[in-house]
């Protein structure tokens, strides 16, 4: 079997260290400052006194620039429109986030008034929305048979309503009230429910109630005697 031959003396490879040399070089040369062309790496002389300058213009725009923000009250001035509560916490908290943003006199008479119409604007289109499902209640209210007869509550319904107000209306017709507040006294489905408990506790009376004394007891002898001195 033939024997592969080696050599004792060992192997240089140029063009392994050529290579290698030449990747050295490449990292050094993408080192370098393109920008100044110096292949140490120094910045030009030039460059820090560019910095400096821009700088201390920088500097003097912002002084400038504080010199012509207007500037904060000690306090504002503020007058709440007629009939308007103000809470004087919330307007305290807001007065000092106005003053960190610097805002001057007229510039927090300006926001505080566009506030004030959004938030009112809202408040009534949200009041005018409610008022609008209410009527809608009402008018279904109105269409149904069972309930009335198409101008107002049938007068049975009513009794019947009127029966649960009186039993567990509360103190001060607290129950009435509270359903004419939120308005919900004209949903149909609440109609319809105090209308069944109205009728439920019709029935639930006992039949004798307005009777006279004589119908409402046996006053035969023996069920006296029976009341007066026991069954025995």
Known sequence: MA???TSDAPATDTGT?????EAADNTSLMGKDSSTGNSEGETSPSS???T???TAEGEA????EAEDKPKAPEKYEFTPPDGMEIDKEALSSYEALTREHGLSQEQFDAITKHGLEFFQNRLTGLAEQHASIQQGWRDTALKDKTLSDGESLKPEVMQ???HVFSQFGGEKDALRKALVETGAGNHPAVIHAFNAIGKALGAAQTPDRGKPASELKD???EAIARRR????
Do not use: L
């Open 48 to 50: 820090g006194e560019h």
């Open 61 to 64: 725009n912002g002084e400038k």
């Open 160 to 162: 019947n309503v009127a």
């Open 17 to 21: 260290s050529q290579t290698t040399t």
């Open 52 to 54: 400096a300058e821009k």
């Open 229 to 232: 001195y026991g069954s025995n």
């Open 3 to 5: 024997e592969i031959p």
């Open 219 to 221: 006053n035969s002898y």
